[in-house]
């Protein structure tokens, strides 16, 4: 199991609208600057947050996304299953078939692992990660530089 783009990207996005919606609702345009994330993409991205109950999105002038809750209540296990992303280390995918429709030899090593990932995503909040002085430093650092535009024409009128 390898966490994909989508996934790792859901939990840089969430952190982003995190740190930053205390000024209200906050444009994805605004996060694909900072993150560096396609504005396209992000928006396959939160349609999924949305649907998962992570998000609310206001329309309009001044629009844009806010938490659904308090980021102390959002784990990364929450984003990462928004997303449809697999956490998961078998090859069977839990379900003990792995080898001629059986379970195989290091199933269970691969189910533990699974086990201990899932606990771990699960105990990290965004509120946790906020707090994080790493986090903070870089989140400093991106809101201070300025914002390089690097999408075609088309993408920045969407802006």
């Known amino acids: 199991m390898k966490l994909t783009t989508r996934g790792r990207y859901a939990v840089t996005a969430m952190l982003d609208l995190a740190l930053h919606e205390t000024d209200g609702p906050v444009a994805l345009g605004d996060i694909s600057a ?17 649907r998962g109950g992570l998000v609310l999105s206001t329309r309009g002038p001044g629009g844009g996304y806010r938490l659904s809750r308090d980021a102390a209540a959002i784990s990364v296990a929450q984003v990462v299953d928004a997303v449809d992303e697999n956490v998961e280390y078998t090859r069977c995918e839990g379900r003990e078939d792995c080898q001629n429709q059986q379970r195989c030899l290091t199933h269970d ?19 946790r990660l906020m707090e994080r002085p790493a986090v903070r430093e870089v989140a400093a650092r991106q809101d201070a530089a300025p914002i390089h535009w690097a999408d075609s024409p088309v993408e920045l009128e969407n802006r």
């Open 109 to 127: 090593l691969w189910a533990s692992l699974s086990e201990h990932v899932r606990s771990f995503l699960d105990d990290v909040t965004l509120a």
């Open 34 to 50: 900072r993150q560096d994330i396609s504005l396209s993409y992000l928006e396959q991205i939160f349609s999924r947050l949305r």
